[in-house]
């Protein structure tokens, strides 16, 4: 997989894997700017740390549907996983939208966060296995980047249906998750083209049905390509018997064998959790509140943010594969921290506005998208092939469980003062900088390398002699 050149093919799995980000984004967006709507008496008549709630319940839902499907996933395939998992999403999203107070809408976003946890695993790991390392690094931070495609469509969305002068305060909150829904339909479509990744393939006993996907795919992707042959592999490794996996041995795995790789994993995640689910699901509330931004005018607010945090990473992403991993994690964390500190003074001391205050965290989360986009791309890619989708549903459910604490704090914070905005911002960002100084100490070189050469797999007799190019 590691020789093939780029082309159509790929581009079809990143347009049908990398959905899944865009579908968290428009959730993520949804709520954030329905925040206000639904403490309106019309609505639900929630309060704002319940709106804070109402987030933790969804980040909860994806940290125990990252540990359910992962475990399923590493069993019983990637591709089984994440095609019923994008189902649990669009069920549970309709149902939010027929929801009638507080309880109701809290399981029913729970149970939106265990589709979308239960995808993260399934398609990174997926993802992963299937792209180039050469093109690993970039292309894995342009799809996590491509959660703020998302959040703009969730942004444009919100505009109309949440304007009381063109649908009515209780009818326009609750089209915003039925219409979103639509999107993820058409995606269950485009999946049904994606194989099975040939790598879990081999590593389960299935030689002959992972030997037919990759012919398969050579020959597609020789016809895109209109080429006669393709590169000679550059090295092997020699697989035995499936080896049986327990939780035990991801506990071993990271804990003994990559104990430091471990520490900068959950490091990274935890920190860049906080920071977005702090900031990003109270965004709308410091725009309302201090800003006096209508509700229904938040949107236009989202969208210039929503494009910092994707050219972050499109933009810096050819970087990580170049520079390298390391210093640019580093430099993205400690940049997106010191900023966010200094943002925080001035809302504090007034000195910023609604268009200045979204200027100041566009620019920040340019930087912040781009490293946080790394960490998950770090965590799926240092750990060997057999555990890869539990060791991502492991760190992303130690960073959401840290994280649900941001959307309640900030809540908490933002009824209270601004000067209580600028400790808890001056909290996320010590956090990140934190980040930015593991990454230098324990950060891995995984620049242009195959995964089998970055961690070997369980069921390999020899380490390889030669990385795969």
């Known amino acids: 997989m590691d020789r093939l050149p780029w082309s159509r093919w790929h581009w079809l799995i990143v347009a049908a894997l990398g959905i899944t980000w865009i579908l ?10 329905l925040g ?4 309106h008496k019309a609505t639900l008549n929630l309060t704002e740390s319940q709106v804070g709630l109402t987030a933790s319940a969804y980040l909860a839902g994806s940290v125990a ?7 399923l996933t590493d069993r019983q395939g990637r591709k089984k996983w994440f095609m019923i998992t994008l189902l649990l999403y669009l069920i549970a999203t309709v149902l939010t939208a027929f929801s009638w107070n507080l309880w109701s809408f809290m399981v029913f976003r729970f149970l939106t966060g265990a589709g979308i946890g239960g995808e993260y695993s399934a398609i990174n790991s997926a993802i992963d296995e299937l792209i180039p390392a050469r093109e690993r690094g970039h292309t894995d931070l342009a799809i996590n980047g491509s959660w703020w495609l998302g959040t703009a469509a969730g942004a444009l969305l919100t505009i109309p249906l949440l304007n009381p002068d063109l649908i009515a305060e209780e009818l326009g909150w609750r089209l915003c998750f039925a219409l979103g829904a639509i999107l993820g339909i058409a995606v269950v479509l485009v999946r049904r083209l994606v194989p099975e990744s040939p790598r879990w ?4 006993g299935r030689v002959e049905e992972a030997e037919r996907i990759v012919r398969d795919i050579e020959e597609t992707v020789k016809r895109d390509e209109g080429i006669e042959t ?18 035990g041995t991801v506990v071993r795995e990271l804990f003994r064998t990559y104990p430091t790789r471990t520490v900068l994993g959950i490091t990274l995640m935890v920190t860049q959790s906080f920071l977005y689910n702090a900031i990003f699901f109270t965004y709308a509330f410091i725009l309302t509140k201090y800003f006096n931004v209508a509700s229904g005018g938040v949107g236009l607010y989202v969208l210039p943010f929503a494009v910092g945090n994707f050219l972050g990473p499109l933009l810096l992403g050819r970087f990580f594969d170049t520079v390298g991993r390391k210093p640019m994690i580093a ?15 001035l809302f504090w001391r007034g000195y910023l506005n609604s268009v200045t205050q979204t200027i100041a965290w566009s620019i920040i989360f340019f930087f912040a998208s781009a490293g946080a986009s790394a960490a998950y791309l ?30 309640w704090l900030f809540g908490k914070l933002i009824e209270t003062s601004p000067v209580s905005v600028f400790y808890g911002d001056l909290v996320a960002a010590a956090f990140m900088v934190v980040g930015a100084i593991v990454a230098t100490l324990f950060g891995v070189k995984a620049e242009r390398q195959s995964l089998e050469s970055l961690a070997t797999p369980l069921c390999v007799r020899k380490p390889l002699a030669v990385p795969v190019e």
């Open 24 to 33: 968290d984004g428009l959730e993520v967006t949804i709520v954030g700017a």
């Open 201 to 204: 393939l081999m590593t389960h």
């Open 378 to 407: 770090t965590v799926s890619e240092v750990f060997p092939m057999e555990i890869r989708a539990m060791a991502i549903a492991f760190f992303f459910a130690v960073a959401q469980g840290a994280g649900t604490v941001g959307p």
């Open 230 to 247: 393709l590169p000679e592999p550059n090295g092997y490794v020699t697989v035995h018997a499936h080896v049986r996996v327990t939780f």
């Open 65 to 71: 549907g990252s540990f359910v499907f992962s475990y």
């Open 331 to 345: 430099f993205t964390y400690a940049t997106s921290g010191i900023l966010l500190a200094i943002t925080g003074y």
């Open 36 to 39: 206000p709507v639904l403490t």
